[in-house]
T-cell receptor, first 114, second 118 residues
């Protein structure tokens, strides 16, 4: 049982490049989400999914796309990287959207856009 | 709008002493949960403790307890017998259990950096 895994751990992009941050969980969780963490601002929700085939926008969705073709995987795509997207990205999952307990977080991806 | 406020950007505590990290929240919902996460320098988010809005007793998990005062909308984390390994950033977060709120997102405070002195 690996929990929530994220790849890569570190990434450097040039402005305008695209890439996909991978997230997978092996706990059969329905709910998955992506957050970004910027200094002094806590974590903010980018996109989320309440089940395979269903995604929706969070608080800061601009510049990012997601898809959920399987229960296990929830990749985050940066369409055209910008320096403002330099951040630490966390993927999280929980059994359902109304789970009364914690969301499990992945280890994070540290992204730098130059 | 829902909001979490952590007013202590940084705190120091002597090893083996207890420390309280403050958290206040704002919501008009009746059903919600309050969480504390620890983020060490390695970066991962570690779940510490959970309190449901309808729970009558304060939550406890080992050395961690949550001082829940619903009327005051506060959910302070108490760490007893601090250890050097407790040095980290601590985040208070809230989640309401309604689908319309962006899928029940976690709303985080800005964090408190705790340093434990030997």
């Amino acid at each position: 049982n690996a929990g929530v895994t994220q790849t890569p751990k570190f990434q450097v992009l040039k402005t305008g490049q695209s890439m996909t941050l991978q997230c997978a969980q092996d706990m059969n969780h329905e709910y998955m989400s992506w957050y970004r963490q910027d200094p002094g601002m806590g974590l903010r929700l980018i996109h989320y999914s309440v089940g395979a085939g269903i995604t929706d926008q969070g608080e800061v969705p601009n510049g990012y796309n997601v898809s959920r073709s399987t229960t296990e995987d929830f990749p985050l795509r940066l369409l055209s990287a910008a320096p403002s997207q330099t951040s630490v990205y966390f993927c999280a999952s929980s059994y359902t959207v109304t789970s009364a307990y914690e969301q499990y977080f992945g280890p994070g991806t540290r992204l730098t856009v130059t | 709008a829902q909001k979490i406020t952590q007013t202590q950007p940084g705190m120091f505590v002597q090893e083996k002493e207890a420390v309280t990290l403050d958290c206040t929240y704002d919501t008009s919902d009746q059903s919600y949960g309050l969480f504390w996460y620890k983020q060490p320098s390695s970066g991962e988010m570690i779940f510490l403790i959970y309190q449901g809005s309808y729970d009558e007793q304060n939550a406890t998990e080992g050395r961690y307890s949550l001082n829940f005062q619903k009327a005051r909308k506060s959910a302070n984390l108490v760490i007893s017998a601090s250890q050097l390994g407790d040095s980290a950033m601590y985040f208070c977060a809230m989640r309401d259990f309604t689908l319309y709120n962006q899928g029940g997102k976690l709303i985080f405070g800005q964090g408190t950096e705790l340093s434990v002195k030997p």
